[in-house]
């Protein structure tokens, strides 16, 4: 099973980073995440998360309740899903049981949230009566 892909998305271009943080709050970070085969998607999922949500493996820091921006392709679907999340979840570096360093991604309690819930567990399917843990647990 291969691990989903993700990779940050650099802010824009042209902003001094010292002067954009002055200036604003944070931004959210924006985060690619492709899931190519379904294994990596029952490995990330997190049913947890009554609206639902997805592992992101980083070494980047959070706290609970950071902002972060999904941009998420489901394997054999071409269209990329925007999800604006919070982090809800977090496995720190040198995690028991050799867990992978990342942060959950709570989905929000809206309609596409809720559709995106549903096309990930039909996707899904049987696999989510697995026994084999995902990477949270």
Do not use: C, H
């Amino acid at each position: 099973m291969s691990e989903p892909t993700a990779r940050a998305v650099p802010a824009a271009a042209g902003t001094p980073p010292a002067a954009a943080a002055a200036a604003a709050p944070p931004r959210p970070s924006v985060i690619q995440l492709v899931f190519r085969e379904k294994g990596a998607l029952y490995a990330a999922y997190m049913p947890l998360f009554a609206e639902g949500g997805l592992f992101v493996p980083t070494t980047r820091e959070y706290k609970l309740g950071d902002d972060i921006y999904l941009l998420l392709s489901l394997p054999e679907d071409p269209q990329r899903y925007p999800v604006a999340g919070k982090v809800g979840w977090i496995t720190p570096a040198n995690a028991s049981g050799g867990r992978t360093q990342g942060v959950g991604v709570r989905f929000p309690t809206d309609e596409k949230s809720r559709a995106l819930k549903q096309k990930v567990e039909e996707i899904l399917g049987t696999s989510l009566s697995s026994a084999k843990p995902p990477q949270t647990i």
